[in-house]
């Protein structure tokens, strides 16, 4: 049974870091790109960052520079390191690979 489990989310004042991890099982990630994803209230869905099969990693621009996407295949985990974090980045995120989704983790950018 294929599993993705997000973990790390919470509140944190703008400026602050957070390091949320996905955790897969039931299949091994290295043979996958891996994305995180971010729904919230106004705008929906949206794609936040890729990494590939190869270690190649993608951001959208409004991350680039401030979160670094990272696996670590020996863990079958998945993380995403946000630095600089604004409020417009309070969303639940999603971590994501082929069809298969985790619940999501919620991030709280507030002061």
């Known amino acids: 049974q294929v599993q993705l489990v997000e973990s790390g989310g919470g509140l944190v004042q703008p400026g602050g870091s957070l390091r949320l991890s996905c955790a897969a099982s039931g299949f091994g990630l290295s043979n996958y790109a891996m994305s995180w994803v971010r729904q919230t209230p106004g705008k929906g869905l949206e794609w936040v960052a890729t990494i590939s099969a190869n270690g190649s990693t993608h951001y959208e621009n409004f991350v680039k520079g401030r979160f670094t996407i990272s696996r670590d295949n020996a863990k079958n985990t998945v993380r995403l390191q946000m630095n600089s974090l604004k409020p417009e980045d309070t969303a639940v995120y999603y971590c994501?690979?082929?069809?298969?989704w985790g619940q999501g983790t919620r991030v709280t950018v507030s002061s």
């Open positions: 994501n690979a082929y069809a298969w």
